[in-house]
């Protein structure tokens, strides 16, 4: 019927202790005597009253009838005041498991307990005993949460995201290295190809950075969340000088590019992903201890706060350095906007938002390319001043202000909806144990 | 008729556990259609594939249990084309409405799992009324929340009929906050008031998995609407399918339990890392729904007197209950059973897997005392070892302790000596098939200190074979005054019944016919089959099915005879004590079966 646990005395076989050994060197030696005393706690629990059992067998075999009278002396000199002691101590494991009465009489019936065997206890069934059991046994005082443990360290593992988490950022240093190597040697459709196959490489390290590690969103982003990405990524490698056209009156002449933010960029997906890891790691173990989801709530705000912070400070200083060893142009505090933009977003998508992401993602497109077409707009006759609020905001503080305001617009409200949702505990749920292996498909 | 066959990782799979049983039951009453719903518990399972279906089996419809832990998109894509191109085709969450109902349901439900919780201790130690169904004393509180349960439960069905996307609502945190509330609302129990956030989000999960089935599409007019009786072959998560038709087309529902389902979680939470609040909850859950079942169910059937002792325990009516003994087959063992002899005196056999729960040990001892008295005496064990290292393990223990305690014998000083107590496997050279095993023997010994129902005593009993067995689970019921019992661990008793058996061969002759005249009464297949047949028209004579379409002919015009007289009768006719008990007449009311017997006959005629 049900398999044994593992509690004392399930029937085993006899590999521990030597009383098997005693008893059958007992049996062997010679005849015992009927009453001689016998070691193991099973030889207390055979009912001497019912040796041959309810089988309504009507002539008894007279050997049965003597061993049952002669037994029956021993166990009464032997037989202890409370028969229920040590049944309860042989079980005190599952009654100190048990939530319920029922649990105690499922596994004292796979144990063996049997109604009959019950009677011996003074109880009318099983579950009556059961019940005497799990009042008797105190529960185990204030029992300690043990959950699931927080994942244990997994060096191995880590390392391999996080190399491959380099691996865009060192595709990109290379084709910048390249490019300015190769500067004269080469003329420009040799130049544009290897511009081309460093920009492949980069695409194809993204993708395998995202595919394993904290920022794997196991096909929970979508095709639509994946445009947005690389409409932002784009329009900073060519938003700044489309503008600058657009409202020159163009667009006409050599694009004058800027990559040195998304130099920044690449490089900032390793800090990127470890935010992304302290997060998910604190996160968890706070949600081991804690007792009540405001709690929990409570406790995961700031958290989210100082893994936003972190990467913004570590992608501020690439963007420096990218900035400092490349130079060039280039928006970069639109570059930082976005940075923190695609963290928020791909949090949420790992969590189990990815609508909202989307969303986000989508408003900060919608918003940079809106500038570029109402300056076109302007242009119409009649519509100049659909032109007026971009020619504003670029004569004040530059080409760089739309990407910024775009992307940090759409950060802001993404941050304001990351602290609401990612702080419920259903959300933590949903996210893989970071160290579980990697999940290179 | 149609019968819909509901079952929980078994039949059509081909490596389901009651398969077997759920095979005969559609072979034999084939003159019934069948609809299978099945449920799979693995993938491995749903990639095996299906044992090959007769023909009466008219559709299957399966369905994973065991998708829980993936994130499960709902059913609804968003709503309007600009939502679904900026968020990219994500699954729409409820709207207001069906949150606030999904929110009250699911409160309820966890009110009355925390409050069954909490009455654990308490109704338990108020005792047996309870259990045998009167008025207990916090009885009140226990119907109250029964009536939240089925409230919620329903609500919860009727909601994933209507809008689907249950699982994203219970993984969501509305449900973990509806849980967290239930479990801090006063009048829960201490276990349930400790719980940790960790453990609502496991409990949210596990009922995501045990509702699984109220989000399936099965209950339409032409799924679970169209059949005339639903059969689920287990409790638990087959049986819920089988609630919800009979809440949705008024359809019956038979529940066979040859394990109960409410019991075997039990022993199954023991293995799992879940905490103990956790496992309060289930526990609560799974003890409420099977009072459900049993409440809801028409007839509750099962294979003996421990399992319908649980189903009591768990509030089912007395008179709802019926035992259906496994069938097993039996003309195998025919030869040997009407051969009439009672075999050979000097030997005992012992037939089965060889385990620690069998215990040989114990057997091993009671034959040394057996060999005291009859020197001439010998054992045959035959069996396999349990697969596994284990296994071989026990079985080289039981070696070893049979070679310690029985040195090998010879006939004088030149042969070769062999060991009284002999390991053998079937399909040997000394034992080609398992009735040879029997035969063997003159008395068949069971010694285990475990046993559900044991199938190896009722085969002894089919080869007309004395036994001797120890007082473990079915074994007194299936024995019942055909052969010797001793209790379990009682290796003198074993032997003294041993012998006494081995020293009378009359009487082993007529224990024996006693046990084969026994069993063949009781554990055929036939009998099995009959009783599914005489209870399926019983079923289906209360509660008679009329479909519109049925009672008009091609041209739309009413078809005579279509409806039988009764059904022009007030009231319900059919159903047990349903008569209006003014009007009933005195010949009458000696038992509703007759009338039964009467409307079967009349309105019978389609099944």
């Known amino acids: 019927m049900g398999r044994p646990t593992e509690v004392s005395d399930a029937p085993a076989a006899p590999s521990t202790g030597g ?96 109604d009959r065997t019950a ?62 190597f190769t500067e004269g040697t080469l003329e420009g459709r040799a130049r544009l190809a290897v511009a081309l196959a460093g920009a492949l490489l980069a695409a194809a390290g993204l993708a395998l950075a995202l595919r394993s590690g904290p920022l794997h969103a196991e096909g929970r982003s979508s095709g639509a969340a994946r445009v947005y990405g690389c409409w932002l990524l784009g329009y900073v490698l060519y938003g700044e000088p489309l503008l600058d056209q657009v409202l020159s009156g163009g667009p006409e002449g050599p694009w004058d590019i800027t990559p040195a933010p998304l130099l920044g960029l690449a490089l900032a997906l390793a800090p990127a992903t470890w935010c992304a890891h302290l997060f998910s790691v604190h996160a968890q173990r706070r949600l081991i201890g804690s007792r009540a989801l405001e709690e929990f709530a409570a406790g995961v705000r700031p958290l989210l706060f100082g893994a936003i912070a972190l990467h913004l400070c570590a992608l501020a200083g690439l963007l420096y350095l990218a900035h400092l060893g490349y130079g060039g142009g280039g928006a970069f505090a639109g570059a930082a906007a976005l940075g923190v933009l695609l963290l928020l977003a791909r949090l949420l998508t790992v969590h189990g938002f990815p609508g909202l992401a989307a969303g986000g993602l989508a408003f900060a497109c919608a918003a940079e390319a809106l500038a570029p077409a109402l300056v076109l707009a302007g242009r119409l006759p009649g519509l100049h001043f659909l032109a007026r609020p971009v020619d504003l905001l670029v004569m004040t503080s530059g080409t760089g202000s739309v990407p910024a305001i775009a992307c940090g617009g759409a950060a802001l409200g993404l941050l304001v909806a990351a602290t609401v949702v990612l702080s419920r505990a259903s959300a933590h749920t949903t996210a893989r144990p970071v160290d579980e292996g990697p999940v290179v498909a | 008729m149609r019968i819909g066959l509901l079952t929980d990782g078994g039949y059509p799979h081909a490596n389901g556990e009651s398969g077997l049983w759920c095979d005969r039951l559609v072979r034999g009453l084939a003159q019934h259609e069948f609809d299978l719903f099945a449920l799979s518990r693995s993938a491995e399972q749903e990639e095996r594939g299906w044992v090959p279906l007769p023909i009466q089996v008219g559709r299957v419809r399966t369905a994973p249990l065991w998708t829980a832990d993936e994130d499960v998109p709902g059913t609804r894509a968003p709503r309007g084309l ?120 496991a409990f949210a999960r ?11 599409d099965w209950y339409d007019e032409e799924g679970l609407g169209a059949v005339d009786l639903c059969h689920a072959t287990s409790g638990g998560a087959a049986a819920l399918p089988g609630l919800l038709a009979k809440r949705f087309f008024g359809v019956p529902l038979l529940v066979t339990e040859y394990g109960v389902q409410l019991r075997a979680h039990y022993l199954a939470a023991t293995g799992t890392e879940l905490n103990a609040p956790v496992r309060a909850l ?25 399992a319908r002792r649980w189903q009591e325990r768990c509030g089912a009516e007395r008179e709802k209950l019926r035992t259906v003994h496994p069938g097993m087959e039996s003309e195998r063992f025919t030869a040997l059973g009407e051969s009439g002899d009672s075999g050979p005196d000097d030997t005992l056999v012992w037939v089965g897997r060889i385990e620690p729960a069998k215990d040989l040990i114990a057997l091993l001892h009671a034959f040394a005392e057996v060999r005291k008295a009859e020197p001439d005496t010998r054992l045959r064990i035959i069996g396999a070892p349990a697969p596994g290292p284990e296994g071989a393990a026990h079985l080289a223990h039981c070696r070893a302790l049979a070679a310690q305690l029985f040195p090998d014998e010879a006939t004088d000083a030149h042969a070769v000596g062999d060991n009284p107590v002999s390991f053998e496997d079937i399909g040997g050279a000394e034992v080609p098939e398992l009735p040879d095993a029997y035969a063997a ?124 007289p009764e059904a022009h009768v007030l009231g319900p006719w059919a159903g047990p004590g349903a008569a209006p008990a003014g009007r009933t007449p005195s010949w009458a009311a000696a038992g509703p079966r007759t009338v039964c017997a009467g409307a079967r006959g009349a309105g019978g005629g389609d099944a």
């Not at chain 1, 691996?167 to 290295?177: D, H, Q, S």
């Not at chain 2, 596990?206 to 399936?216: G, I, K």
């Open chain 1, 119 to 180: 009677a011996r206890y003074r109880h009318r069934d099983v579950f009556s005993l059961a019940e005497e059991l799990f009042a008797r046994v105190p529960g185990v005082a204030a029992n300690p949460a043990t959950g699931p443990e927080a994942p244990e360290r997994d060096i191995a593992t880590r390392a391999a995201w996080s190399l491959r988490a380099l691996l865009p950022g060192a595709a990109c240093l290379a084709t910048v290295g390249a490019l300015g």
């Open chain 1, 19 to 114: 009383s098997w050994d005693l008893r059958s060197r007992a049996l062997v030696s010679g005849p015992s005597a009927a009453g001689e005393p016998e070691p193991g706690p099973q030889r207390d629990a055979a009912d001497p009253a019912g040796a041959a059992g309810p089988s309504g067998v009507p002539a008894r075999a007279p050997e049965i009838a003597r061993t049952a009278s002669a037994r029956r002396l021993s166990a009464s000199r032997r037989g202890p005041a409370d028969p229920v002691k040590s049944l309860m101590h042989r079980h005190r494991e599952l009654c100190e498991r048990a939530v319920d009465p029922l649990e105690v009489a499922a596994g004292l019936e796979a144990h063996g307990v049997t």
């Open chain 2, 441 to 564: 023997g003159g008395v068949v010994v069971l010694s285990s200190v475990t046993e559900g129902f044991p199938a190896g005593l009722v085969e002894a009993m089919f080869c007309g074979r004395a036994t001797v067995s120890t007082d473990v689970g079915a074994v007194v019921e299936v024995i019942g005054g055909t052969g010797l019992v001793v209790p379990p661990r009682n290796p003198r008793a074993l032997a003294d019944a041993c012998l006494a058996l081995l020293r009378d061969p009359e009487r082993r002759a007529r224990l024996g016919a006693a046990a084969r005249a026994r069993a063949l009464e009781l554990f055929t297949v036939e009998q099995n089959l009959a009783a599914f047949r005489g209870i399926y028209l019983e079923l289906i004579s209360h509660s008679p099915v009329r479909r519109e379409a049925e009672a008009v002919d091609a041209d739309g015009g009413p078809r005579p005879f279509a409806t039988p």
């Open chain 2, 282 to 306: 289930l526990a609560g859950f799974h003890g409420r729904l099977a009072t459900e079942v049993y409440r809801q169910a028409a007839v509750v059937t099962q294979g003996n007197a421990h």
């Open chain 2, 206 to 216: 596990e009922l995501d998995r045990v509702l699984r089935p109220l989000s399936f």
């Open chain 2, 82 to 201: 600009l939502a679904r191109m900026v968020t990219g085709g994500h699954a729409r969450p409820y709207g207001r409405r069906e949150r606030q109902r999904f929110t009250a349901h699911l409160a309820a439900l966890a009110a009355s799992v925390c409050a069954a919780g909490a009455a654990g201790g308490e109704r338990d130690a108020s005792g047996g009324e309870a259990a045998a169904g009167g008025p207990g004393g916090d009885g009140r509180t226990s119907a109250t929340a029964d009536a939240r349960f089925t409230q919620g439960l329903y609500g919860l069905a009727e909601l994933a009929r209507e809008h689907g996307g249950l699982t994203a609502a219970l993984r969501s945190e509305t449900a973990v906050r509806v849980l967290e509330a239930a479990c801090r609302a006063p009048g829960t129990g201490r276990t349930v008031q400790t719980a940790t956030v960790p453990d609502l989000l």
